[in-house]
């Protein structure tokens, strides 16, 4: 089986840097992803970490611990409009099947 | 680029009648499409793998008779819900893999139909 943990809820203030964590049991692994999704509104692709390390795009760095099983997605200078849901999800074989975490919900207040 | 647009975005329909949903991704041509379900504050469930050209794939404890699912071509899947009941509204989200992706499993999301059945 496959499963993916996160927390279901993150609070933070505007500029701060807030990390949510996603941890893994997969019986095979092809790598995790991070998506954003709006209240109403389809998710939006993030990142992808197929190897271990960090990734950076922007504001948004993913990290990948693979002997771990672990991976966290950090955002920084957060804004208002980062308040959204985040979910993990790793591919589920090659053929992109995709499996998705329960999601954090992440409210950014003033 | 890597769009995928659904119709209809929203719809009301009553019990016991049918409800097709359409996917298309609109510069990119899609070999495997994904139909996802969502409810309120919950996660992404996946429902089915689309292949162009082959029957879908469905997941465990989803019913491949009232889920109906064409992908007809590299374009264009459709999810039809047959005989509708209250508990089948819900929020669908289909995504899609562009042709020759090959390592990259980003998938380019919908922006999903809100079904409510009455």
């Known amino acids: 089986g496959q499963s993916l943990e996160q927390p279901s809820e993150v609070t933070a203030v505007e500029g701060a840097i807030v990390q949510i964590n996603c941890t893994y049991q997969t019986s095979g692994f092809y790598g995790l992803s991070w998506y954003q999704q709006h209240d109403g509104g389809a998710p939006t692709f993030l990142s992808y970490n197929g190897l271990d390390g960090l990734e950076e795009t922007g504001r948004f760095s993913s990290f990948l611990s693979r002997s771990d099983s672990y991976g966290y997605l950090l955002l920084q200078e957060l804004q208002m409009k980062d308040s959204a849901s985040y979910f993990c999800?790793?591919?589920?074989?090659?053929?992109?099947?995709?499996?998705f975490g329960q999601g954090t919900e992440l409210s950014v207040k003033p | 680029g890597a769009v995928v647009s659904q119709h209809p975005s929203r719809v009301i329909c009553k019990s016991g009648t049918s409800v097709k949903i359409e996917c298309r991704s609109l510069?990119?041509?899609?070999?495997?499409m994904f139909w996802y379900r969502q409810f309120p504050k919950k996660s992404l469930m996946l429902m089915a793998t689309s292949n162009e050209g082959s029957k879908a794939t469905y997941e465990q404890g989803v019913e491949k008779d009232k889920f109906l699912i064409n992908h007809a071509s590299l374009t264009l899947s459709t999810l039809t819900v047959t005989s509708a009941h209250p508990e089948d509204s819900s929020f669908y989200i289909c995504?899609?893999?562009?042709?020759?992706?090959?390592?990259?499993?980003?998938?380019?999301f919908g922006p999903g139909t809100r079904l409510t059945v009455t």
């Open positions: 510069d990119f041509q899609a070999t495997t």
């Open positions: 995504s899609a893999r562009a042709l020759g992706q090959g390592q990259s499993y980003e998938q380019y």
């Open positions: 999800a790793a591919p589920h074989n090659q053929g992109g099947k995709l499996i």
